[in-house]
């Protein structure tokens, strides 16, 4: 069957003979006179297209082509720019009954057609069935045959069935107040378009500062393209209900990838969200994957720290837990690299979600992927935290050296933490979160060395773990809770 379809598609070249039966004798396009395509980072699109279109006086159809496959018809606006009050739509209608081979087939059912095949054999008869790929035939002298799918090379059918069209179409039944050209705004929602920030950051060899470089990713699969259009970008989480009447098409070919412009960029607040707008006409092709740059910043100020992480996750205060093992053995020294979106750090930009990339070059110069990681949507000035990867030079341990339930409402443990420093030459400091999960009423009795407390239930101790060496922290704590 799949066979067959590639060599029907190309049928719209044949002289079908009639109106809707061949492309060529369509009318042609009325000039478009600006489309307008904002597009939000869940996958969908508000698109505003206008269009110059002849009215005559009274009751007609105005066919409005090239419209996205993928669009939520119940979102349409019709609207005359020219005679708001004089021109009413009546009716409107999107058809979306496209010309492929199994539309062909199934409108040609009892009808005679011409099946040639491979080997140049001609066959002619009425369309029994074409389910299956393999076409039956009832031939004029009532023979029935069987044409394998595997062997067709090309069909001919008399003419293009009524109903069916090139392009997905929106069909209104307009009532004009006066004849003449009059321009028209088409408003609608479609799927098939989104957009995503992917991020380059090249860490400075000190790991002092960084260079980054934002980038819009657009991606379009939502059946048409958009020439020359105004283009916007939503960053933000807006609701929007699922619609059953969108047609979210699959596009089969692949991405192409359009090489990168310079384009300025404007950014603004817009309502609860920030808009980006593209301040120059912008092609976006239907299966094209677009990129382009919209923040840079250079020489902005960053830390790398490392992170031991092995105590108990914390999920909430629901009953003292009296569980004696909790012993989480040697575990990975996390990587982690911060930097602000501020303005007195230079970047000074609102940063969609996306994906962050994180190199440093060698040294002979060459960038080398260090990390990859996604952030959620950041305002400006606020802190951006990536983790990179586990530490190869740096190992934790972490073993609960004493427990004692004192009494039914009191319990003490004991933990000791061992961080190793395996680099050649550099002392690096370690952050250790514990997370004090047993009991809300907990206190530390004793600890080897100086705590923040980080909120309710997590205190944090910082090492400084010289090269070759083991550094120790101990400290013990103890919850209590009322008697039942």
Do not use: C
Request: charged residues 25%; glycine residues 8%; proline residues 5%.
């Amino acid at each position: 069957m799949k066979r067959l379809m590639m060599i029907l598609l190309p049928l719209a070249l044949l002289s079908l003979g009639t109106f809707a039966a061949s492309a060529q004798d369509e009318p042609p396009e009325p000039p478009t006179e600006g489309v307008a395509v904002t597009v939000y980072n869940q996958g969908s699109a508000l698109v505003q297209d206008r269009r110059t279109f002849t009215f005559e006086a009274g009751t007609g159809t105005i066919d409005f082509t090239d419209v996205a496959a993928s669009i939520d018809s119940t979102s349409v606006s019709f609207t005359s720019l020219t005679d708001p009050q004089g021109t009413i739509v009546l009716e409107q209608n999107y058809v979306y009954d496209l010309v492929n081979s199994d539309a062909l087939l199934r409108r040609y059912i009892d009808q005679d057609i011409q099946v040639t095949t491979e080997d140049g054999t001609n066959y002619a008869g009425q369309l029994l069935s074409g389910r299956g790929g393999d076409l039956i035939l009832r031939q004029d002298d009532g023979q029935v045959m069987v044409v394998r799918a595997s062997a067709v090379r090309d069909i001919r059918f008399p003419e293009l069935p009524d109903g069916l069209i090139t392009r997905p179409t929106l069909r209104w039944l307009v009532q004009a107040a006066q004849s003449g050209e009059q321009l028209v705004e088409l408003t609608y929602l479609t799927g098939g378009l989104s957009w995503t920030a992917d991020y380059i950051v090249l860490l400075g060899a000190g790991n002092q500062t960084l260079d980054l470089n934002g980038w819009v990713t657009l991606n379009n699969t939502s059946g048409t393209s958009y020439q020359d259009a105004q283009l916007k970008l939503v960053a933000g989480d807006v609701a929007r209900l699922p619609s059953p009447t969108a047609r979210m098409e699959v596009m089969e070919d692949e991405a192409v990838m359009a090489a990168p412009a310079e384009p300025s960029v404007a950014q603004r607040e817009f309502f609860e969200y920030q808009l980006y707008e593209i301040t120059r006409p912008v092609t976006v092709g239907d299966n094209e994957t677009k990129q382009v740059e919209f923040v840079t910043g250079t020489q902005v100020p960053a830390t790398t720290f490392y992170v031991f992480d092995a105590s108990t996750p914390f999920y909430g205060y629901g009953r003292p837990i009296t569980d004696r093992y909790y012993d989480t053995g040697v575990t990975n020294v996390q990587n982690y690299l911060e930097f602000s979106t501020g303005e007195d750090e230079g970047l000074d930009a609102d940063l969609p979600a996306g994906r962050v990339r994180v190199y440093q070059e060698d040294i002979d110069g060459a960038a080398l992927l260090i990390g990859e990681n996604s952030i959620d949507h950041t305002p400006s000035g606020e802190q951006v935290r990536l983790y990179l990867g586990n530490a190869f030079d740096l190992v934790g341990e972490r073993i609960q050296t004493d427990y004692r339930l004192i009494s039914d409402n009191v319990l003490q443990e004991t933990y000791e933490i061992r961080l190793r420093n395996r680099k050649d030459s550099e002392t690096v400091e370690i952050r250790v979160p514990e997370r004090l999960f047993r009991w809300s009423n907990w206190e530390i009795l004793s600890a080897s060395e100086d705590y923040t407390r980080l909120n309710a239930h997590t205190i944090e101790f910082r090492a400084e773990v010289e090269p070759g060496k083991e550094h120790i922290i101990t400290y013990t704590v103890q919850y209590s809770w009322p008697r039942r």
